[in-house]
């Protein structure tokens, strides 16, 4: 590179480069000549004929501080010359001045100018006048390595601040693809709703109907496997049978083991549906060891002994807990649970004299088959090789033996000896489990009406001790068996009291809410108090004749017609004027005790059941509690009472204002009263702290007064300190 400078340019500005600017010759010298071949060594040479040259713009000379360099920079368009500070860098031609070191200060002052002048001159005098402003750069092959370093640094400088540039921009474009990512994960989670897996409901239908499929293959385990082990002509006759059923029976044992892994629980009051959570509860219970036993696929080892060892899979028997639990879930599922009882245990009774038939057939044919008395007889003879008296033969000896009924050939052996023993005893629990079982399943069913019974005996023996006549003590006994025969002898509190409070309201509106909406009164009442009113009302039962309620009598409740007929008759109990059926209702004016009423709160009729009639009664007390919780309600039905008085003229309008200034009256007495009692404990209560600020004062003053008959030696611890 090459910079073609003028000293006067740096000292005069440029005023001098305007009126006189000399030819510009460049100058190129072979790389390795040194300082102190000056300019002789020139090996091109070229004049330029314009005055002009492309370093005529106006300079702009700086001294640069860079680390360990001190470079002079003249800048010319975007040229720049570069001059190392060390000494070896600097190396001149004989009798030139070298440029002091300035430790690293800016040479932009005017005695760094004046020594760079006077340099110059002794270097380059009778030289090209531009040429030898070139300040040897040509053969200054160390300032051109320094210049490449520079430009090394600084490219490297820019390259790491483009790299960094470029990791900032990538790293934007990474977070903006993330957070797009991320957008889409959302957008597509809000989207896509979370997979929903099938789940097993154990509190479902469907779960019980299962129950009832897997029963099934779990009852023929129980049944046949021990049967076919035993009567190897069962075995033979039908293998193929017993093939297709007992791999049948397989195929539903994994789908149960697999519904059992999906069968939700309860975890706080809520269904568990997360399926690891599922898996494992499943591994934790003991059914799931009992599972994994029972699908062992031992049928393998019968390559080895052959198809009819039905022994081989009596490890299916591990799925007998299904079996039980159906026969749980079917009671409680059942309308007649005391029969289902009962049905059960005569069939677990028969499963286990199978068991000690098939066990018996066994031995005898282990010991072989008529050896001795107590042994099955010899099979050749035809009698007795048919399968049917095979087996019939060992199931009448095992009933025999376990119920301990008849007599049964004596044992011989020992080993007939330790299973007659050990049946024995068995029997023994099956008896004493009969007995007691069926026993209390009898006296179950017959529990309601032994109850029942001893109401009525009760009360006949009381009407015989009090000497009733005896049509009242038939009309007795009729209503109560009018009760029994129409199933009503039920106490609904006492069948509801161990149901929580919202089970019962929710039964006693579904059972009498459409009842009491029937009311005119109470149509537009709200929700809140209609519950209230349906938990309170009493069924009633009243027989053929009765009177419901008098004229004259004191209303105290209110009657709603659930079944039957009632008749409003005349005072002769004869005439009727009319007849109220299902759904009626009346009374509900006298419990509400609405004021200026001309009847008051008592009945203005006669009203007589024609046969045997079914009421629900709300009594006045109920209402009233209920409708201190709802003063509002309170006020619409008296509204309603008021309005239903006005239309059929019951009402009197003097009455009511009547009434309306004694409630004032009786309120204001009521309020002097009180007024007076709180001026009494006012009175009471002042004494009381009169009283007490005396005492206070008396013992302060009986303080101050001790204080001041006290010496110094009077104190415990001024005594100490003396004695120290």
């Given amino acids: 590179m090459f910079i073609a400078t003028n000293s006067h340019m740096l000292l005069k500005g440029t005023e001098t480069l305007s009126s006189a600017r000399p030819a510009v010759t460049n100058i190129s010298c072979p790389v390795g000549s040194t300082a102190g071949e000056g300019m002789a060594k020139i090996c091109t040479e070229q004049s330029y004929s314009t005055r002009k040259s492309a370093f005529t713009p106006e300079l702009d000379p700086q001294w640069v501080d860079r680390e360990d360099r001190i470079s002079f920079v003249l800048r010319h368009g975007g040229w720049v010359s570069q001059r190392k500070k060390t000494a070896k860098s600097s190396s001149t031609t004989e009798g030139s001045e070298d440029v002091p070191e300035q430790g690293g200060e800016s040479w932009d002052n005017k005695e ?12 380059n005098s009778g030289h090209w006048p531009l040429a030898t402003l070139n300040m040897n750069n040509c053969n200054n092959t160390d300032d051109k390595k320094d210049n490449k370093e520079i430009k090394k640094d600084d490219k490297k400088e820019d390259g790491k601040k483009d790299e960094k540039k470029d990791e900032k921009k990538e790293e934007k474009k990474d977070d903006k693809k993330d957070d797009k990512k991320d957008d889409k994960k959302d957008d597509k989670k809000k989207e896509d709703p979370p997979k929903e897996y099938w789940i097993m409901d154990p509190a479902t239908d469907m779960y019980y109907h299962w129950l009832t499929i897997v029963a099934v293959p779990a009852f023929y385990n129980l049944m046949m496997l021990i049967t076919r082990a035993c009567f190897n002509e069962l075995q033979d006759n039908y293998t193929r049978l017993w093939i297709t059923l007992d791999y049948t029976s397989d195929v539903i044992y994994y789908i149960d083991t697999f519904i059992r892994s999906r069968t939700g629980f309860l975890e706080q009051g809520l269904l568990v549906k997360d399926l690891k959570k599922l898996m494992e509860y499943y591994k934790k219970t003991p059914q799931f060891r009992y599972d994994l036993i029972a699908m062992l696929p031992t049928d393998v080892f019968m390559v080895y002994v052959g198809i009819n060892y039905p022994e081989l899979r009596f490890n299916r028997l591990f799925k007998l807990s299904r079996l039980f639990e159906f026969f749980d879930r079917t009671e409680t599922r059942t309308n007649f649970p005391n029969i289902f009882r009962i049905g059960n245990l005569v069939l677990y009774i028969l499963i286990i004299i199978h068991w000690n038939a098939c066990i018996f057939f066994a031995i005898s044919k282990t010991l072989g088959f008529g050896t001795d008395t107590w042994v099955y007889p010899n099979i050749s003879d035809p009698e007795y090789g048919r399968l049917a008296r095979k087996y019939i033969y060992s199931l009448y000896w095992s009933t025999l033996t376990l119920t301990t009924i008849g007599e049964t050939p004596p044992p011989v052996r020992d080993i007939e000896y330790l299973f007659v023993v050990t049946d024995f005893l068995i029997g023994v629990l099956i008896f004493a489990t009969i007995v007691g079982n069926v026993g209390a399943m009898i006296s179950n069913m017959n529990a309601s009406r032994a109850e029942f019974q001893a109401k009525i005996d009760s009360i006949k023996q009381y ?4 000497k009733v006549t005896k049509d009242l003590e038939a009309r007795v006994v009729k209503w109560f068996d009018y009760l029994w025969t129409e199933e009503k002898t039920c106490d609904e509190k006492e069948v509801l009291k161990y149901l929580p409070d919202k089970l019962k309201a929710e039964i006693a509106i579904n ?13 537009d009442c709200e929700a809140g108090l209609l519950i209230e009113l349906v938990l309170k009302l009493q069924p009633q039962v009243f027989s053929p004749g009765d009177y419901i309620c008098k004229k004259g009598d004191i ?3 209110m009657y709603i017609i659930k079944e039957g007929k009632l008749a409003v008759v005349a005072d002769d109990g004869v005439t009727q004027f009319v007849v109220l059926s299902d759904g009626a209702y009346f009374g509900e004016i006298s419990i509400l005790g609405i004021k200026g009423s001309k009847a008051g709160n008592r009945r203005t009729a006669n ?4 046969g045997y009639s079914d009421l629900f009664a709300l009594s006045k007390d109920d209402l009233m509690e209920a409708l201190t919780e709802y003063p509002d309600a309170k006020q619409a039905l008296e509204e309603k009472g008021r309005a239903i008085l006005m239309k059929d003229g019951l009402i009197d309008e003097t009455l009511a204002k009547a009434a309306d200034a004694k409630d004032l009256e009786d309120k204001v007495a009521m309020l002097e009263t009180n007024f007076e009692v709180m001026q009494v404990k006012l009175k009471r209560i002042t004494g009381d702290w009169a009283a007490s600020h005396g005492r206070i004062k008396q013992r302060i003053n009986n303080m101050e007064a001790r204080v001041k008959t006290l010496r110094e030696d009077d104190l415990p611890e001024v005594a100490v300190d003396k004695k120290d």
């Fill in 112 to 123: 760094g100018q004046d020594q760079l002048q006077k340099r110059n001159h002794n270097r």
């Fill in 463 to 466: 009407m015989q001790f009090r």
């Fill in 555 to 557: 209303g105290r409740e």
């Fill in 511 to 523: 059972v009498h809410l459409e009842t009491l909406r029937k009311v005119r009164i109470f149509q």
């Fill in 607 to 610: 009203i007589r059941s024609v």
